[in-house]
Each structure stands twice: as structure tokens, then as C-alpha cells.
Nanobody
């Protein structure tokens, strides 16, 4: 599956952004989907994951209650609504897919989007 992330930008602290990830290729609904982020000089870290049918979700503690992951299998699109953004959320955000379960390690994901920059100013 090919993934294309979009929706990043510059926002003030407390603001909101909605990321999208468009999938093409094989059937989107067979993949568990995740969002990861990479801060400058740091390793890529888990943000959120959603199961194939959209029923099960899991979040990193740092974003729980502020970010919401969702998917529309009919539109082959993954989303992440990000509210109450903080300067520490500044990072490049990546969407990724895997054929396995609701995993949080980047090593379990085999296809990645190109990343979209999110910058939160204080």
C-alpha cells in the first residue's frame, strides 16, 4: 500500500490540526494503521494506532485525551484530529500500515507515508 500524509502546518499552542493519510494500492481495510512522529534529533515514536475495523484504538500517554485517530475504509483514508496542541507536539508526523495487530513499535510497520511537518508555537 502507498501512503500520502497531509494536513500539517504551523499552529499556535492550544490550536488544532487534522492530519490525513490517503492510501492507494491494496485494500486499505486489511491494514492496521498507525501514526508516529519524529522530533528533531530524536527517534521515531508511537502516537496512535487503529485496528482494521476502526473499533480498537490506542494512544501514547502524551497525546491521550487530545488526539483522536479514525479511519474511513470506504475512502481509503486515515485521520488524526489533534486538539490542544503543545509546543512539544512539534515533529514530523508519519502514517504507517501493518498487516498484524494493534502494534506500537515502528519496527512492526512495513509501509510509511512521506511525513508531514507539524509546528506548534508557544
Amino acid at each position: 500500500v502507498q501512503l500520502q500524509a497531509s494536513g500539517g502546518g504551523l499552529v499556535q499552542a492550544g490550536g488544532s490540526l487534522r492530519l490525513s493519510c490517503a492510501a492507494s494500492g491494496r485494500s486499505f481495510s486489511v491494514y492496521t494503521m498507525g501514526w508516529f512522529r519524529q522530533k528533531s534529533g530524536k527517534e521515531r515514536e508511537f502516537v496512535a494506532v487503529i485496528s482494521r475495523n476502526g473499533i480498537t484504538t490506542y494512544y501514547a500517554d502524551s497525546v491521550k485525551g487530545r488526539f483522536t485517530i479514525s479511519r474511513d475504509n470506504a475512502r481509503n483514508t486515515l485521520y488524526m484530529q489533534m486538539n490542544s496542541l503543545k509546543p512539544e507536539d512539534t515533529a514530523v508526523y508519519y502514517c504507517a500500515s501493518n498487516r498484524g495487530g494493534v502494534n506500537t513499535s515502528p519496527r512492526d510497520y512495513d509501509s510509511w507515508g512521506q511525513g508531514t511537518q507539524v509546528t506548534v508555537s508557544s
